[in-house]
């Protein structure tokens, strides 16, 4: 009970310490602009966050939800373009933390009224230019949803100046997940904001890396109704003292009791029970070589619902069994259910 308190009280602490106050901007409608043209208009209320914001303790960032209000919602549209398949795709630069802006993705179909929505969340390689393919707008359209994605805290998108050389999403795990999952609540602040996305109840995708987040968002925030997990990371003494994710001369750092004291209250396996309440359907594919066979099992045990727990020996038979909309249609039909006011497991 302890360490749930301190996991939902986090994220409201050292928000607060990051964000700066300052006087919002009086928002004006987003106007659109060319593609990969900046556009200095903004629909989005700014609050810079100073260069010095401490970041002493990520844990405090995590998993109380993020009552923030719009005005600390900072950001300008990118581009907003027409797709051929009848969808609008917008790519925003949201500036809630000042170094490390975070491109979001929204591909909505044309639809009168609010879309439900489903976020994607991928694993920390992925190049979130993949949202820019228009294939998008038919898994969008055609199976009901909007999609938003963003690439998480520490992925290969967001590594930059002044980000010293050498970090990535283990190196800085505490600060990856943490930062993430508030970058999560961020981005529901948002779409709440929209008169044309149904924000309050949303489905998410979790890939990897992508699958941690996506747990430890749902167990700090309700609007997230349904997740469907792909491998999702999780144990964290085992997976740091076995994946082959992590390079060997890097492990002994990651096997130090200071490091595994410093993500011990971020472990996903640790929060994957408490989403009983949640529509919950985990994938695993065995021969999959990042989460070790002793992670996964943990991780598989800790699902909330058993009859929801999918497992492949390799990525054709994940293929095979569940098609090539089974994933879109699966979540289509959370987003859409959660949208009417019922759940399906």
Known sequence: MIRRLFFLFAIDLLTMANLHAQTPNIPIPMQAAPEKEASPATGLKTLNIPDDAPKEDWNTLALAKSNLPPQSIGGFLLSKVDL???????????????????????????????????LFLYNYTFDNDIFREDRWCDRARDNGFAAVAFATALSWPR????????????????????????????????????NDLDAGHVAVFGQGSGGAVAILSAAADQ??????????????????RDSK??????????????????????????????????VVRMQQISDEPVMPAAAKEKMASAAPHSDQLMRFPDRAAAGKALGSNGIMSWLGEQANHETSGSRSH
């Open 84 to 118: 051929p398949g009848g969808c609008t795709r917008e790519i925003l630069r949201m500036e809630w933390r000042k170094n490390d802006p975070i491109d979001l993705y929204v591909i909505r179909p044309t639809h009168n009224g609010k879309m439900p929505v489903v």
């Open 159 to 194: 590594i930059h100046s002044p980000r010293p050389i050498g970090n990535w999403f283990v190196s800085q795990l505490q600060e990856a997940l943490a930062s993430s999952t508030h970058d999560v609540q961020m981005v529901l602040n948002y779409l709440e904001t929209r």
């Open 245 to 278: 994710q992590i390079p060997e001369d890097e492990r002994p750092n990651y096997l130090k009791p200071e490091f595994l004291k410093s993500v011990a209250s971020l472990d996903p396996v640790d929060y994957l029970p408490e989403l009983k309440d949640r």
């Open 223 to 240: 609007r997230i109704a349904s997740l469907d997990l792909l491998d999702p990371w999780g144990d964290w003494p085992e997976f740091l």
